[in-house]
Each structure stands twice: as C-alpha cells, then as structure tokens.
DNA sequence: TGAAATGTTGGGGCG
DNA sequence: ACGCCCCAACATTTC
C-alpha cells in the first residue's frame, strides 16, 4: 500500500455515512474529499438549490476541497495537484450527470472505481416476469419489496485519514445570491449531515405513527421534511429504510416507505428517458393545444392567482424553498389544468424554487400530473381548490399562515373569500374554476378525437 | 393521491 | 293504510 491518497469525488452526495466510495477508499489509507461546481454538469442548479448547495458545502468544512469549472477538467487537475493514486465516486442514476462521470473518467489517466448509487434497488433490477421495466408504480414497488433488502449503511469511516490538497474557499464558487431572499429559508432548514439525521430522528419519533392520516394536512407537521437532504445525499435512502424497518411496524412506515418507492420509481424512468424533464411520455401530449400566457404563468408563480390554497402554497415555496406536498399536486392541477400552461414552466419553476430540486422527482410527478407519465393521474382528474382546500386545510390555517390578507377570514369564507366580497390586497379568482374546467376537459377530448392531430406528431 | 353528474334507495310528511 | 313526493344519503358513472 502507498501513501498516495485516493481522490473521493462527491456528487450529490454530500455526506459521511453510507458512501460506498468513501468507505472503499478510506479503508485503504488517506483520501481527499473533492467537490467540483459545474453548471455543466448536468442541469445548471436553481436559484434555491444554489443556496442549498452553498450551505451544505459549508457543513462539510475543511472536510472537502472545492473546485469550480468542468468536472473532466478540475477532477484530474486536483487529482494530480494531490498525488491521488486514483478516483472513487458514487454512481449517479441521472443521465446527464453519469454523462460527466464518463468524460472525467476519459480524462483521467489513474484508475477509477465507482460504486452504488443512491438508490434502494440498483436501476434495472426491478423488472417484470418477461424482463422489461415497469410502467406502472403499483407492481413496481411489489416487484421491489420481493427483492433482497437493500443492504445495511456502512458506518462512516474511521479513522477518516484525509490528506491535505490544495482547494478553493466556498466563496469563489459564488453560490449564495446577491440578494438575501433566503432568510426564510435560513429558518427552516439546517442543510447538512447532521441536520439531516436530526430531521429523520424528529420525523420517526413521531410523526410517522400517524403519517398515512396527517401527510395531507399542509398546516400540521406530519411529513418527513427530508426531501431536500435526500436530494444532496446528505442522507441516503438505506438509512431511511433501515431506521424505519428497526421501528415496529404500522401502515405509516408503510406509507412513509413507499414514498422511497415513488424516488426509486422516478429514477428508474429517468434512467430510461433522459429528457423526462421536457418531453411528454405519452407521445399523444405532445400535440396539446396549450396556452402562452406569461401574464398568468406571473400571477401563478408569484402566488397571485385568487385562489387561497394556491397562492398559500406559492408564497410558501417563495418563501422556504418547500412546499408541501399535497399542494404540489393542487397548484400543479390548477397551472396545468385550469390555466392550460404546459407543465414544463411549472417543472422549470420548481426546479428554480425548490430547495428539494431533484432531477428524477420533479420531471416525474410533473408529468404524473399532466397525465403524460407513466402510470399518470387521468388528465380528467381536475383538483378543484376550494374543495382541496376545505378537505385538507378545513380550518383554513395553512392559508392564513401563508396568506395573510386572508387571516381574519370566517372559515366559511377562508377557501373561498369572493363569496364575502372584494377583501382589500387579495386578487378575484384569476378564471372561474368551473369554466376552466370544462375548458380542459374539452381541450383534451379534442387531442384524443381529432385524428389530425396525431399525424402531427 | 378527483369532481361532477347521474342514478338509487329509503325514511318521513302528507293527502 | 297506502301511494306519492321530496330529498338527503349513498352509489355509480362519466369526464
């Protein structure tokens, strides 16, 4: 054995504890942490997840050496300035992103090693009877949970004998926004790896007993909030599963894991559709009579639409970096369906707000909305928000919270305030929900009746 | 992981 | 006592 170190790269990854590549590496001597920011490699991150990134580096500390450029540049260029002997890393699921492992690996001329990704089941190993991918969640997950258990985490290193390289300072990777929209942010959430299990310890002491009840209701504490500490790897989904499988079991662990089956799901459609983002699973969407509309696209992403539910969960995103889930698939129904915006603007403005951004999660669910996905919500299930709102914000106290000028509002009125009159700052309903509609559902069945159509595809 | 329209049922008021 | 109507409650169908 030499005193060469290995170079571990970090991908979205950012974490200690159960990193098959770290672990590998350290076993075998000193290693080097190296993380390398590159718009290019993959999606350019958004605006929150920037922020994110920037906090989650700083966790890390003198742990990590940075590096900023292309990764096929500055992963040898390190490599060498450190002496690494050779350059281990956790295999990505996302295309675009093991699109940039493959060059870096080119472009080495020392060894490499990669390892298991951050997924439950390897991508492809869930497959049906005849071999091919599933279409649909339901069997999927069946399929899934007959496998072998994903394996254990492995411990973080120790020792952790890291060696010394030259790197940049956070800063110069000019990842925190000139202005400071992000002290909402700051507030909720502590990016990281020990924010991350301390989400998770909160998480399975209690909510999850009654998650399968309490996970609609925005207003109540009742999800896991780990979604963006998922999305950087500041935790891998074993952890999850084994800290949850550990509990007795009950119909909330059920329920909390296969939302990991919804993750693993997701990735595994990306893995065989790379361009899940931006083009229409069911090729029929592709000639959708859509809208461009950037007036109400604005009203829409700036929680102006006149339509409680939505704009609370709007001005939550705006303000956090999160929303909760239920009111992702409410404001999604309303952009998609009573504004017929293509879902790609409402994909892209997640990917820009969200602090959870996640390539897989967020083009699959869009889609899943749109009814162009696989295994898709019919597009003639149209959420209608008052009902929504009445249903799972009954008290209307998710809305106040996000919506002020709607806080002294009878819960009678709080989901529908145009019923007690003009309320002074608060818009009218930007469409009638009823009219939209029956919008939607005639611009659909023209997609399906029209045989024109499907020759323009 | 819908909503709205339409259909069915059954209790109670009433002539 | 009986048929008729109303209508809420629930079920089914349709989009």
Same mark, same amino acid.
């Given at each position: 054995?030499?005193?060469?170190?290995?170079?571990?790269?970090?991908r979205r990854d950012l974490r200690l504890t159960d990193h098959p590549a770290l672990y590998h590496a350290a076993g075998q001597g000193?290693?080097?942490?190296?993380?390398?920011?590159?718009?290019?490699?993959?999606?350019?991150?958004?605006g929150a997840s920037r922020w994110w990134l920037h906090q989650s580096l700083a966790a890390l500390g003198d742990t990590v050496t940075?590096?900023?450029?292309?990764?096929?540049?500055?992963?040898?260029?390190? +490599?060498?300035?450190?002496?690494?002997?050779?350059?281990?890393?956790?295999?990505?699921?996302?295309?675009?992103?093991? +699109?940039?492992?493959?060059?870096?690996?080119?472009?080495?001329?020392?060894?490499?090693?990669?390892?298991?990704?951050?997924?439950?089941?390897?991508?492809?190993?869930?497959?049906?009877?005849?071999?091919?991918?599933?279409?649909?969640?339901?069997?999927?997950?069946?399929?899934?949970?007959?496998?072998?258990?994903?394996?254990?985490?492995?411990?973080?290193?120790?020792?952790?004998?890291?060696?010394?390289?030259?790197?940049?300072?956070?800063?110069? &990777?000019?990842?925190?926004?000139?202005?400071?929209?992000?002290?909402?942010?700051?507030?909720?959430?502590?990016?990281?790896?020990?924010?991350?299990? !301390?989400?998770?310890?909160?998480? &399975?002491? =209690?909510?999850?007993?009654?998650?399968?009840?309490?996970?609609?209701?925005?207003?109540?504490?009742?999800?896991? &909030?780990?979604?963006?500490?998922?999305?950087?790897?500041?935790?891998?989904?074993?952890?999850?599963?084994? +800290? !949850?499988?550990?509990?007795?079991?009950?119909?909330?662990?059920?329920?909390?894991?296969?939302?990991?089956?919804?993750?693993?799901?997701?990735?595994?459609? /990306?893995?065989?559709?790379?361009?899940?983002?931006?083009?229409?699973?069911?090729?029929?969407?592709?000639?959708?009579?859509?809208?461009?509309?950037?007036?109400?696209?604005?009203?829409?992403?700036?929680?102006?639409?006149?339509?409680?539910?939505?704009?609370?969960?709007?001005?939550?995103?705006?303000?956090?970096?999160?929303?909760?889930?239920?009111?992702?698939?409410?404001?999604?129904?309303?952009?998609?369906?009573?504004?017929?915006?293509?879902?790609?603007? =409402?994909?892209?403005?997640?990917?820009?707000?969200?602090?959870?951004?996640?390539?897989?999660n967020n083009a699959a669910s869009w889609q899943w909305v749109a009814g162009s996905g696989a295994d898709a919500a019919p597009f003639?299930?149209?959420?209608?928000?008052?009902?929504?709102?009445?249903?799972?914000?009954?008290?209307?106290?998710?809305?106040?919270?996000?919506?002020?000028?709607?806080?002294?509002?009878?819960?009678?009125?709080?989901?529908?305030?145009?019923?007690?009159?003009?309320?002074?700052?608060?818009?009218?309903?930007?469409?009638?929900?009823?009219?939209?509609?029956?919008?939607? &559902?005639? !611009?659909?069945?023209?997609?399906?009746?029209?045989?024109?159509?499907? /020759? /323009? /595809?």
């Open positions: 054995m030499t005193n060469a170190p290995i170079l571990v790269w970090l000193p290693v080097v942490l190296a993380f390398c920011h590159d718009d290019q490699d993959g999606r350019a991150l958004g940075l590096a900023r450029g292309r990764c096929e540049a500055e992963i040898p260029r390190l +490599a060498e300035a450190c002496g690494a002997r050779a350059v281990y890393w956790n295999a990505s699921a996302d295309p675009a992103l093991s +699109a940039t492992e493959a060059r870096v690996r080119q472009a080495l001329k020392i060894p490499t090693e990669t390892f298991a990704g951050d997924e439950l089941f390897a991508i492809g190993a869930v497959r049906t009877n005849a071999g091919t991918p599933f279409q649909v969640f339901t069997p999927f997950w069946r399929a899934a949970l007959a496998l072998p258990p994903p394996p254990q985490p492995l411990p973080r290193p120790a020792p952790l004998v890291l060696a010394p390289c030259p790197g940049l300072p956070l800063a110069a &990777l000019e990842l925190m926004p000139k202005l400071d929209w992000w002290r909402g942010m700051a507030e909720l959430w502590q990016p990281g790896e020990a924010g991350a299990a !301390a989400r998770l310890a909160d998480f &399975l002491d =209690g909510p999850v007993e009654t998650y399968q009840r309490d996970r609609d209701l925005p207003a109540k504490p009742g999800t896991s &909030l780990l979604s963006p500490h998922l999305a950087f790897g500041e935790i891998s989904p074993r952890q999850i599963w084994h +800290a !949850a499988q550990a509990l007795p079991p009950g119909d909330g662990i059920h329920t909390f894991l296969k939302e990991l089956g919804w993750r693993e799901f997701s990735r595994h459609l /990306l893995a065989r559709q790379p361009d899940l983002a931006t083009i229409p699973l069911r090729p029929e969407f592709r000639a959708f009579p859509w809208r461009d509309d950037p007036e109400a696209l604005r009203k829409w992403q700036m929680g102006r639409t006149g339509y409680p539910i939505i704009d609370a969960g709007l001005r939550q995103l705006w303000q956090t970096g999160w929303m909760h889930n239920r009111v992702r698939m409410i404001v999604a129904s309303f952009l998609i369906k009573d504004l017929l915006i293509p879902w790609q603007a =409402g994909e892209e403005w997640f990917w820009d707000t969200l602090v959870d951004a996640d390539s897989a003639f299930r149209i959420f209608n928000p008052v009902t929504q709102g009445e249903k799972f914000d009954p008290d209307g106290s998710y809305v106040r919270t996000w919506v002020p000028e709607l806080a002294h509002l009878p819960n009678a009125f709080v989901h529908q305030p145009w019923k007690m009159g003009r309320v002074p700052g608060y818009p009218p309903p930007m469409v009638d929900h009823a009219l939209a509609r029956t919008r939607a &559902l005639a !611009a659909f069945k023209g997609l399906k009746d029209d045989p024109a159509q499907h /020759l /323009l /595809l």
